[in-house]
């Protein structure tokens, strides 16, 4: 999961622990950290993520410019990627899918729809569909 906010990080663990999904996490700040953490396991795809979450305002790219990168990568192209983002609008949107995430999710406000919303993500990630 890329995600620069150290409370994002927080809430997402807790609520991920609370409910006792068996789901690891792997955090990363920034688009160059996950490539390094991509590129460093590449050899080895036990070790790569089976799902990539990046916060649409990645710094100091943004997730549309990750994007165009991680899904032109050969190595890497074919792993789900999901967008995250406090905000959404109509372009934003567009340039997600038109760079090849998988899915635009909108970071909810507050608990309650932040457990549900994390609770139908694992449900169809990782009860539905078939990962690599």
């Keep these: 999961m890329l995600e620069h906010d150290d ?14 999904y ?10 160059d950290d996950l490539f390094a953490y991509l590129k460093a396991n ?3 795809r036990s070790k790569l993520p089976s799902l990539i979450l990046l916060n649409y305002y990645a710094f100091p790219d943004n997730a549309v410019e990750i994007l165009r990168k991680l ?15 406090g905000t959404v609008n109509e372009k934003v949107l567009r340039e997600c899918y038109t760079e090849g995430a998988n899915s635009f999710i909108q970071k909810p406000d507050n608990e309650t729809e932040t457990n549900a919303k994390i609770e139908s993500f694992v449900n169809y990630w990782f009860n539905t569909v078939e990962l690599p």
């Design 22 to 31: 068996q789901i690891k996490l792997e955090f990363v700040s920034n688009g």
């Design 7 to 20: 409370d994002d990080r927080y809430i997402t663990q807790a609520v991920f622990d609370e409910h006792n």
């Design 71 to 85: 899904k032109h990568d050969a190595k890497f192209g074919y792993i789900p990627t999901v967008v995250l983002s």
């Design 42 to 44: 590449e050899n080895n």
